[in-house]
């Protein structure tokens, strides 16, 4: 079926041409200004500006909840991105998810503001909750996407209540805010990850906004977005700490030794899917069969007592006496920068070779 492949013009013309050759896409949608910068042989380039407004035929295909929705690349263990498959029936359990949720549920009058990138899987979060729901979804102007002063004001304006964004973002709004004495009485929900999150650095923004709650949630991309949320507390901000929090309505995760034996304390989480669960497992990694079937295995669930699909995350975790979740560190090579981007060290390094020679010896802490 059809692929959605979202990625951003400013990423290095190597990893669009990585990416349009490794997906075998076949058609590239892009605009005039960035058409004459993607050359790439064997691609049909549509320019965007040239249909606008022009009626097109469309074709009735058949929809499945097992189809690919999107492909989103990440990093990869083996020095090049990979492309995650996620499937129309991942959207949707996530939104089914939030909107069990007594916190996150999407109410009928909210406005959601769209401020991650696209190729950030995350982004989706606003954008599918928002038209899903049939509510409203605000973009930001290309030309205004790094002015936060502007940011804010568009959010104050439209009266936005909920958005999902990385923690430099909710720093540059409290900051104008601060700077500004802007309230955004109407800001409900602030939803975070991706990264450990230092609570304290938010507190001015909680205080001046007493309707605000900020949500620290979890969930790799093969788990469609995140899977758990905890809704940062005065202790909190007291102990500038917080757990990843307990798990979504529907959706489940299990914590295994090296064994795959199912235990509590300070091992990695695999999230998984049964029967009756959300289905927010992804399909698996595009072209890389044996990569898939290592880290998308089926195990047998000795407290559920049925076998249950499951994602091998690499994250380890604990379980506090709260019954919540604590997120120790991780047992590969990865490590999250630039606001949450997951980014493997040996991937750094190819890199690195690929630029100075083979025969060098590099080391990356």
């Given at each position: ?192 990850g991706a990264e450990v999150l230092n609570p304290k650095k938010f507190e001015k923004l909680l205080l001046n906004n007493p309707n605000l709650s900020i949500y620290n949630t979890y969930g790799p991309t093969e788990a469609t977005m ?56 992804a399909k698996g990694y595009l072209h890389q069969d044996k990569l898939s079937k290592e880290k998308f295995i089926t195990l047998y669930n000795e407290i559920s007592g049925s076998e249950c699909k499951c994602y091998k995350t690499g ?51």
């Open positions: 079926g059809n692929r959605y492949i979202p990625i951003l013009p400013e990423e290095s013309i190597d990893r669009v041409k990585y990416i349009i050759k490794d997906s075998k896409s076949k058609i590239l949608i892009t605009n005039t200004k960035y058409i004459n910068i993607i050359k790439v042989n064997d691609i049909e380039i549509i320019n965007i500006d040239d249909v606008k407004g022009k009626n097109a035929e469309i074709n009735q295909i058949e929809i499945l909840p097992s189809d690919i929705s999107y492909i989103i690349y990440t990093s990869g263990t083996t020095g090049k991105p990979k492309g995650v498959m996620m499937k129309n029936e991942n959207i949707i359990s996530l939104i089914n998810s939030m909107n069990m949720d007594k916190d996150l549920k999407y109410l009928k009058d909210d406005v959601a503001v769209s401020l991650l990138k696209h190729s950030f899987d995350a982004s989706a979060i606003d954008i599918y909750s928002s038209l899903l729901n049939g509510g409203t979804l605000v973009l930001i102007p290309k030309e205004d996407e790094f002015n936060a002063k502007k940011v804010v004001e568009t959010i104050s304006k439209n009266n936005v209540t909920r958005l999902f964004t990385v923690h430099k973002w909710i720093e540059q709004i409290q900051n104008i805010c601060i700077e500004n004495n802007i309230k955004l009485d109407k800001l409900r929900i602030v939803g975070t995140f899977m758990t949320k905890h809704k940062v507390t005065v202790e909190d901000i007291q102990k500038d700490y917080s757990t990843i929090g307990k798990l979504m309505p529907t959706t489940r995760a299990i914590i295994l030794d090296k064994d795959n034996k199912i235990i509590a304390l300070g091992n990695p989480i695999h999230n998984s899917q049964e029967k009756n669960s959300a289905k927010n497992i994250d380890i975790v604990k379980l506090n006496r709260n019954l919540e979740l604590e997120f120790i560190g991780r047992k590969d090579d990865f490590v999250k920068v630039a606001g949450g981007y997951l980014v493997s060290l040996n991937e750094v390094e190819q890199r690195i070779k690929e630029l100075l020679g083979e025969n060098i010896e590099v080391s990356v802490m």
